[in-house]
C-alpha cells in the first residue's frame, strides 16, 4: 500500500508563474490535509478536504491560493502568480475519515517550491 | 485547540533512553494526546497516540499523568535516526495544530 505520494518533491518558479502541487492520498482515503512549513518555521495548516469539497481553508491565503480535490484525480494546491515569500515545503496528509481523537494522519514527503 | 508546552531542544547519547515532556494544563476531557515527528527533510511521521491510559507500540512509549496535564514521549533506545523534531499535539477533533515541538539531537 502506497503512502501518501505528492510530485513533483521539488519545484522551481519565477516570479509571477503558476505553481501546481499534486497530492495523491493513500488508497481508501478520502481526505487531505494541505500544510505549508517555511524555512526553519513550523508546519502551518492551510486547507482540509473532502472529495469534491472544501471543509476547512481557514489557513488559506485570501488571494492566489486555491486548492480543489476531484473525484477523480489527486489534490491540487495551485499558487497563481507566485512570489519569493511563496517559497516553502508544502505537505499533504491524508486520512481515511474526518480526523476524530485518536485517528492518525499520514503525510506524503512534500514539495519543496522555490521562487526565483 | 488546547495549547502544549515543549522544550525547544534535548540531547541525547545513542542507545540511552530519551524522555520528551509535554506540559497540556488546559487539555479537555475528550482531547488525545498525539506525538508526531519531523525528521530532516521529511513529512511528519505518526508516533504515538493516547487518552488516559499509558501506551506503548514499537516505536515509543507515551506515560500519561493521572491528571492528564502533562506526558511523555519515551524513546527506549535513541538511535542516530531518532534525531528529529517531535511535536506534541492535541486534538479532539479536525486537524492537527502544530507548535514549534522539540528538537532531539542524538550523539553517537
Known amino acids: 500500500n502506497a503512502g501518501v505520494m505528492q510530485n513533483p518533491r521539488h519545484l522551481v518558479r519565477r516570479r509571477g508563474q503558476e505553481a501546481r502541487l499534486r497530492c495523491s492520498p493513500m488508497k481508501g482515503h478520502s481526505h487531505v490535509y494541505w500544510y505549508r512549513q517555511l524555512p526553519e518555521e513550523g508546519l502551518k495548516f492551510m486547507v482540509y478536504l473532502q472529495k469534491e469539497n472544501i471543509i476547512d481553508e481557514s489557513g488559506m491565503p485570501k488571494e492566489r491560493f486555491s486548492a480543489e480535490f476531484p473525484k477523480e484525480g489527486p489534490s491540487i494546491l495551485r499558487i497563481q502568480q507566485v512570489v519569493r515569500g511563496d517559497s516553502a515545503a508544502y505537505f499533504c496528509?491524508?486520512?481515511?475519515?474526518?480526523?476524530?481523537?485518536?485517528?492518525?494522519?499520514?503525510f506524503g514527503q512534500g514539495t519543496r517550491l522555490t521562487v526565483v | 485547540d488546547a495549547k502544549t508546552t515543549q522544550p525547544n531542544s534535548m540531547e541525547s547519547n545513542e542507545e540511552e533512553p530519551v524522555h520528551l515532556p509535554c506540559n497540556h494544563s488546559?487539555?479537555?476531557?475528550?482531547?488525545?494526546i498525539h506525538w508526531y515527528r519531523q525528521l530532516p527533510s521529511q513529512g511528519p511521521e505518526y508516533v504515538i497516540h493516547?487518552?488516559?491510559s499509558n501506551v506503548n507500540n514499537r516505536m515509543a512509549s507515551l506515560a500519561i499523568a493521572e491528571d492528564r496535564k502533562s506526558s511523555t514521549l519515551i524513546l527506549h533506545r535513541a538511535t542516530l535516526r531518532d534525531a528529529a523534531v517531535y511535536y506534541c499535539i492535541l486534538r479532539d477533533l479536525g486537524m492537527l495544530t502544530f507548535g514549534g515541538g522539540t528538537r532531539l539531537m542524538v550523539k553517537p
Open positions: 493516547g487518552l488516559t
Open positions: 488546559t487539555i479537555s476531557g475528550t482531547d488525545y
Open positions: 496528509a491524508s486520512s481515511p475519515s474526518q480526523l476524530v481523537g485518536g485517528t492518525e494522519a499520514f
